[in-house]
């Protein structure tokens, strides 16, 4: 009896699949031919008028506010390179008079090797300009990718060249023997680091842009190593996969900057700990 009754109840869902009294709502608005309620007209013609107002008063408002908004941007842009001017101006000025500290710090020493000594030491350091034959390692961001159907640009690259790309160049040139190294003209020493923020590199806190350009200076035939090392057979992966830019040229007479001169430290000894003190004996461990 339960299996008929389901078999029943299936039968008139399939039969009647309108609800009875929707049915008669509808034959009996057929038979009186009643128009819908004129309330219900007015209500949507009234809001149909509240929301064209609402989008007018908002596309006059965004008309209005563009050229404040385009005002800001064009005086923020030309802040900026002006800050970027004047940087470049004192920068200007930070090596004329680092020239003229070395050049009274060479005449004030008296022995012409103590002089020497120190050039080597800050050429070593990387405080010191240096000038020599070497490589020059170009690394540049793939173009970006775009969608032949619908012609946008695609948001995810896998071609641009990461602060840790920079890092494994610069440590796969030092180990082929690279003697001064710098980044887009950053010279590298032995605190320098070379990071992300918010999408751009920063090299010492200076941000460097695509393309970039790793110059080394070493020992003769660096080109040759650094191009059948592990790292350029990577990054040749790179061109291949991810359509990045990479090329080794040797170069002669290379010029590379000296690094601003790195901040002093001072030691201090330590305070003396209990364990320090003499012991009762006299001696002391």
Same mark, same amino acid.
């Given at each position: 009896?339960?299996?008929?009754?389901?078999?029943?109840?299936?039968?008139?869902?399939?039969?009647?699949?309108?609800?009875?009294?929707?049915?008669?709502?509808?034959?009996?608005?057929?038979?009186?031919?009643?128009?819908?309620?004129?309330?219900?007209?007015?209500?949507?013609?009234?809001?149909?008028?509240?929301?064209?107002?609402?989008?007018?008063?908002?596309?006059?408002?965004?008309?209005?506010?563009?050229?404040?908004?385009?005002?800001?941007?064009?005086?923020?842009?030309?802040?900026?390179?002006?800050?970027?001017?004047?940087?470049?101006?004192?920068?200007?000025?930070?090596?004329?008079?680092?020239?003229?500290?070395?050049?009274?710090?060479?005449?004030?020493?008296?022995?012409?090797?103590?002089?020497?000594?120190?050039?080597?030491?800050?050429?070593?350091?990387?405080?010191?300009?240096?000038?020599?034959?070497?490589?020059?390692?170009?690394?540049?961001?793939?173009?970006?990718?775009?969608?032949?159907?619908?012609?946008?640009?695609?948001?995810?690259?896998?071609?641009?060249?990461?602060?840790?790309?920079?890092?494994?160049?610069?440590?796969?040139?030092?180990?082929?023997?690279?003697?001064?190294?710098?980044?887009?003209?950053?010279?590298? $020493?032995? $605190?320098?680091?070379?990071?992300?923020?918010?999408?751009?590199?920063?090299?010492?806190?200076?941000?460097? $842009?695509?393309?970039?350009?790793?110059?080394?200076?070493?020992?003769?035939?660096?080109?040759?190593?650094?191009?059948?090392?592990?790292?350029?057979?990577?990054?040749?992966?790179?061109?291949?996969?991810?359509?990045?830019?990479?090329?080794?040229?040797?170069?002669?007479?290379?010029?590379?900057?000296?690094?601003?001169?790195?901040?002093?430290?001072?030691?201090?000894?330590?305070?003396?700990?209990?364990?320090?003190?003499?012991?009762?004996?006299?001696?002391?461990?």
């Amino acid at each position: 009896m339960t299996f008929a009754r389901r078999d029943d109840l299936l039968g008139d869902l399939f039969r009647t699949p309108l609800d009875p009294g929707y049915a008669q709502a509808a034959a009996r608005r057929a038979r009186t031919g009643a128009p819908p309620p004129r309330w219900g007209r007015a209500a949507r013609a009234v809001t149909l008028a509240a929301v064209g107002f609402l989008l007018a008063v908002a596309y006059h408002q965004a008309v209005a506010e563009a050229p404040s908004a385009s005002r800001a941007r064009d005086d923020l842009v030309a802040d900026v390179r002006s800050r970027q001017r004047t940087a470049e101006d004192l920068q200007r000025q930070v090596d004329a008079l680092r020239t003229q500290v070395d050049q009274a710090r060479d005449d004030a020493l008296a022995d012409a090797s103590g002089a020497a000594s120190l050039r080597g030491l800050a050429a070593r350091t990387g405080t010191g300009r240096v000038t020599g034959d070497g490589v020059v390692v170009r690394v540049v961001d793939a173009p970006p990718q775009v969608d032949p159907v619908t012609g946008k640009t695609e948001e995810e690259n896998l071609g641009i060249v990461l602060d840790r790309d920079l890092q494994d160049v610069a440590n796969g040139l030092f180990q082929e023997g690279a003697e001064a190294i710098a980044v887009n003209g950053q010279r590298l $020493t032995a $605190t320098s680091t070379i990071r992300a923020a918010g999408g751009v590199i920063l090299v010492d806190f200076k941000p460097v $842009t695509s393309p970039y350009e790793v110059a080394a200076i070493g020992p003769p035939g660096l080109a040759d190593s650094f191009s059948s090392s592990a790292t350029a057979k990577r990054f040749r992966r790179y061109v291949e996969n991810y359509r990045m830019q990479f090329g080794v040229k040797a170069r002669k007479g290379l010029v590379l900057a000296a690094a601003p001169e790195p901040p002093l430290r001072y030691a201090h000894p330590p305070s003396p700990s209990p364990s320090a003190t003499a012991s009762p004996s006299g001696g002391r461990r």
